[in-house]
C-alpha cells in the first residue's frame, strides 16, 4: 500500500439555522483554507460527498464544483454519502499511483427541509418507506433494542453538548436539565443531534509528498468500511457487528487509541460503536463534542476523520481513529485509522 | 411561510408517485398481503426471511423459491413509543414501532402496532395484524398490529326488588325520625346498632329498640378511588364508626373533611338531610363528619 497521509483539514463555523448562503458559497472558505495550507492550487483527484435530498434539488453537487476553479477541466468524482467515503474513495485513487493529491470535501444544509422525513427516502422503497418510517422513529428502535441507563445517555449529551461548548466550529447547546421531553420514545429530545448548516474539506497527499508539505502529516495506516443489511429485522440493532468488522480491518486494536472520533448521532450510537471498536477508558471519545453539538449532514463523518487528523498534525496526539457512518441504524460504517509518522 | 420575497417555498415531488418494479420475489410477498396472507422465503441454509428478500443477507447466495406463509401472529421483539404521530406515519394517534417475529419467521417484520398506550407493549408482546379493507399489494395492507387478545369485557347486570321488614324496618322508621336505633341484648347486654331481633353471640330475643346518640369514634376506614352513586366525590371514604353507647360499629360515608385526613379514633357525627327530606333510608344520613368541623 502506498502511505497516504491527511495534510489540511477545514471546516466551516456550523450553524444551527439558514444563513442563505448558496451551497458553492458554503464550501469555498474551506477549499481555500486547504489550498493556503498547503500551498497546492490543483489537485491529482477531487471528490465531494453530499445529498442532493437535502436540497431538494438534482445534481446539486455539479453546481457546488463552482466553489473549486473546476477549469481547465479536473478530475473529479462524488459519492452520494458522507464525504468520509468520498475520502475513501479518494484514497483507493491514490493507490493507483499516478496522482499524489486529492482534495475531499462535503457539504449539507439541513435547515433547509425536514430532515426527519427527508432520511425516510433513504430507506427501502417497498418495505420501509412507505410506512413513513422516519429518522428518529428508526433511532428510537435501536436506542430500545440498547438499552441503556438513561444516566449513562444523559451523561453523554452532557459531555457532547460541553466539549461543542469548547469548540468553536460546533453548536454551543445547553447542559441538558433533565426535564427534557422525549421524540420517539426511548429517545429523548436532547439526545436528537442538532440542525445543522456546513461543510469540511481535507487535502491527501501520498508518498513522501506529505512531509514535504508540512511538519506533521496524520497518516492513513488503516482505513476500511463494512455494511450490514438494510432491512432492520434482519440484523441486531444492539450490536454493530459491521463497525466491529471494519475496525478490526483497519487494525484499530493494534495500538493505543488516545483520541476516537465517532460518526455517533445518537447517545446510544456512541455506547454500541465504542463496544464495537473496543474502546475502552483510555480513549478520548468526541473530544471535538461529535455529532451532538455539531451535525452538518454529509460532511460529519469526514470532520470525524478530520478531528482525529488534526489531533496528530497539532502534535497533541500520535494514533487517533476516526468512524464514520450511513444508512439506518448504523447500516454502514467506515473507520479510520491515522498515526504521526 | 414567510413573506419575506427572499424566502420561498420548494416542493421536490413525484406527482402521482414514482413506478418501481418488485422483482419476482417482493411481487410474490405483496401479491400474498393482497390476498391477507404473511409468507416469508426459504434460504439455502433453511431459514425462513421475513419480509421476503431475494439474496439472503447472511451469506449472499440466492434465496430458494420456496414461499412459507407464517403469522399472521408474531412476538414483539423491539418497539419504540411515537407519541406524536406524523402525517406519513400508519396511525394518527400514539402509537408503537415494533419490530415482529412472526410465528415461523426467523427475522422480524418492521411495522406499526396500534397498542393504546406505552405500558401495553414490550419485547415479548404477541401481536396479530389488522388487515386494510382494501388491499393493492403493499406492505400498508396490512394497516397495523394490535396486542393478542388476553381479555374480554363480561357484562354482568340483574335486577332485584328488596324490601325491608322486620327490624331494619324498624331501624330506618328511626332514621326517618333522625334516630338511630339499636337493641340491647337483654342477656348479654351488648348494643347493637341497626337494631336487631336477636343476639347474634348469646341468641337471646331482643326487646324494644333503644334510642342511640347519633355521635361516635371511627375505628378503622378505606379510601375508595372508584366512583359510588351514593357517594359525594372520588375519592371518598368509608368507615366503621361506633357510636357512642353502642358495642358493634356500624359503616357509614365519612364527609367534610379531605380523605388524606381521616384518622382511627375521629370523634364524628351524623350529618342528617333536612327533616322534610328525610325517608325511611340511610340516604336521609348525608354522611358523618368530624365533631370539631361541623
Same mark, same amino acid.
Given at each position: 500500500m502506498r502511505d497516504v497521509a491527511i495534510v489540511a483539514f477545514a471546516q466551516t463555523r456550523h450553524t444551527s439555522r439558514d444563513t442563505g448562503l448558496t451551497e458553492p458559497e458554503l464550501i469555498r472558505p474551506v477549499i481555500d483554507e486547504v489550498k493556503e495550507?498547503?500551498?497546492?492550487?490543483?489537485?491529482?483527484?477531487?471528490?465531494?460527498?453530499?445529498?442532493?435530498?437535502?436540497?431538494?434539488?438534482?445534481?446539486?453537487?455539479?453546481?457546488?464544483?463552482?466553489?473549486?476553479?473546476a477549469w481547465p477541466p479536473i478530475s473529479e468524482s462524488h459519492v452520494e454519502m458522507d464525504a468520509a467515503w468520498a475520502l475513501y474513495e479518494a484514497w483507493v485513487r491514490l493507490q493507483h499511483g499516478d496522482i499524489d493529491t486529492a482534495l475531499v470535501y462535503g457539504f449539507g444544509k439541513s435547515s433547509l427541509g425536514d430532515l426527519r422525513t427527508i432520511m425516510t427516502l433513504q430507506l427501502d422503497p417497498y418495505y420501509?418507506?412507505?410506512?413513513?418510517?422516519?429518522?428518529?422513529?428508526?433511532?428510537?428502535?435501536?436506542?430500545?433494542?440498547?438499552?441503556a441507563e438513561r444516566k449513562e445517555l444523559d451523561e453523554i449529551v452532557r459531555r457532547s453538548r460541553a466539549d461543542g461548548r469548547g469548540n468553536p466550529y460546533a453548536l454551543d447547546l445547553p447542559d441538558p436539565d433533565g426535564a427534557e421531553g422525549h421524540a420517539v420514545r426511548p429517545l429523548k429530545k436532547t439526545d436528537v443531534p442538532p440542525i445543522t448548516d456546513g461543510a469540511a474539506a481535507i487535502v491527501l497527499a501520498a508518498g513522501d509528498l506529505a512531509?514535504?508539505?508540512?511538519?506533521?502529516?496524520?497518516?492513513?495506516?488503516?482505513?476500511?468500511?463494512?455494511?450490514?443489511?438494510?432491512?432492520?429485522?434482519?440484523?441486531?440493532?444492539?450490536?454493530?457487528?459491521?463497525?466491529?468488522?471494519?475496525?478490526?480491518?483497519?487494525?484499530?486494536?493494534?495500538?493505543?487509541?488516545?483520541?476516537?472520533?465517532?460518526?455517533?448521532?445518537?447517545?446510544?450510537?456512541?455506547?454500541?460503536?465504542?463496544?464495537?471498536?473496543?474502546?475502552?477508558?483510555?480513549?478520548?471519545i468526541n473530544p471535538s463534542g461529535g455529532p451532538l453539538a455539531a451535525n452538518p449532514v454529509m460532511a460529519t463523518g469526514l470532520i470525524?476523520?478530520?478531528?482525529?487528523?488534526?489531533?496528530?498534525?497539532?502534535?497533541?496526539?500520535?494514533?487517533?481513529?476516526?468512524?464514520?457512518?450511513?444508512?439506518?441504524?448504523?447500516?454502514?460504517?467506515?473507520v479510520t485509522v491515522v498515526e504521526a509518522p | 411561510m414567510s413573506s419575506d420575497p427572499l424566502v420561498a417555498r420548494h416542493v421536490l415531488e413525484f406527482p402521482g408517485g414514482y413506478t418501481r418494479t418488485t422483482g419476482p420475489v417482493i411481487g410474490r410477498f405483496l401479491s400474498e398481503l393482497r390476498a391477507r396472507r404473511v409468507v416469508g422465503v426459504r434460504t439455502a441454509e433453511g431459514r425462513v426471511l421475513v419480509p421476503p428478500l431475494e439474496y439472503d443477507p447472511a451469506t449472499g447466495e440466492p434465496v430458494t423459491g420456496e414461499y412459507v406463509e407464517v403469522g399472521p401472529a408474531g412476538t414483539v421483539t423491539t418497539c419504540a413509543w411515537v407519541d406524536e404521530p406524523l402525517d406519513a406515519h400508519p396511525l394518527d394517534r400514539p402509537f408503537a414501532w415494533a419490530?415482529?417475529?412472526?410465528?415461523?419467521?426467523?427475522?422480524?417484520?418492521?411495522? %406499526?402496532?396500534?397498542? =393504546?398506550? !406505552?405500558?401495553?407493549?414490550?419485547?415479548?408482546?404477541?401481536?396479530?395484524?389488522?388487515?386494510?379493507d382494501h388491499p393493492t399489494g403493499g406492505i400498508t395492507d396490512i394497516s397495523h398490529f394490535v396486542p393478542e387478545v388476553t381479555k374480554i369485557v363480561a357484562p354482568v347486570r340483574t335486577e332485584y326488588r328488596l324490601q325491608a321488614g322486620g327490624a331494619l324496618r324498624v331501624f330506618l322508621e328511626g332514621v326517618a325520625r333522625g334516630v338511630f336505633l339499636g337493641g340491647r341484648c337483654p342477656s348479654c347486654a351488648k348494643v347493637y346498632v341497626p337494631y336487631r331481633m336477636s343476639c347474634p353471640e348469646c341468641g337471646a330475643v331482643i326487646g324494644e329498640p333503644v334510642e342511640l346518640p347519633d355521635t361516635g369514634t371511627i375505628t378503622t376506614f378505606a379510601i375508595n378511588n372508584l366512583p359510588d352513586p351514593r357517594a359525594p366525590q372520588v375519592p371518598f371514604v368509608s368507615a366503621y364508626i361506633l357510636?357512642?353507647?353502642?358495642?358493634?360499629?356500624?359503616? %357509614?360515608?365519612?364527609? =367534610?373533611? !379531605?380523605?388524606?385526613?381521616?384518622?382511627?379514633?375521629?370523634?364524628?357525627?351524623?350529618?342528617?338531610?333536612?327533616?322534610?327530606?328525610?325517608?325511611?333510608?340511610?340516604?336521609?344520613?348525608r354522611w358523618f363528619a368530624p365533631m370539631e368541623r361541623s
Open positions: 495550507r498547503t500551498g497546492l492550487r490543483r489537485f491529482g483527484f477531487t471528490c465531494s460527498g453530499s445529498c442532493d435530498y437535502l436540497a431538494g434539488a438534482p445534481f446539486s453537487f455539479v453546481s457546488a464544483l463552482d466553489a473549486l476553479a420501509l418507506a412507505p410506512l413513513g418510517l422516519d429518522q428518529l422513529s428508526y433511532a428510537a428502535l435501536q436506542a430500545a433494542a440498547v438499552g512531509g514535504r508539505l508540512i511538519a506533521n502529516p496524520a497518516y492513513i495506516t488503516g482505513i476500511a468500511h463494512r455494511m450490514e443489511p438494510h432491512y432492520l429485522g434482519m440484523r441486531n440493532l444492539a450490536l454493530s457487528a459491521s463497525a466491529a468488522d471494519a475496525a478490526r480491518a483497519a487494525g484499530v486494536g493494534k495500538g493505543p487509541v488516545e483520541v476516537a472520533e465517532l460518526h455517533a448521532q445518537f447517545p446510544h450510537e456512541e455506547i454500541i460503536l465504542r463496544r464495537a471498536l473496543g474502546l475502552g477508558e483510555e480513549t478520548a470525524r476523520i478530520g478531528e482525529a487528523a488534526r489531533r496528530v498534525l497539532d502534535g497533541t496526539a500520535r494514533r487517533a481513529v476516526a468512524h464514520a457512518a450511513g444508512g439506518p441504524c448504523l447500516q454502514h460504517n467506515l | 419490530l415482529i417475529e412472526l410465528d415461523g419467521a426467523d427475522t422480524a417484520l418492521l411495522h %406499526a402496532v396500534d397498542a =393504546g398506550d !406505552p405500558k401495553a407493549i414490550a419485547p415479548g408482546t404477541r401481536v396479530w395484524p389488522v388487515w386494510n357510636l357512642d353507647d353502642a358495642d358493634i360499629p356500624m359503616i %357509614a360515608l365519612v364527609g =367534610g373533611v !379531605p380523605a388524606h385526613e381521616v384518622r382511627e379514633g375521629m370523634r364524628v357525627r351524623a350529618v342528617w338531610a333536612p327533616p322534610e327530606e328525610r325517608t325511611a333510608s340511610m340516604t336521609s344520613v
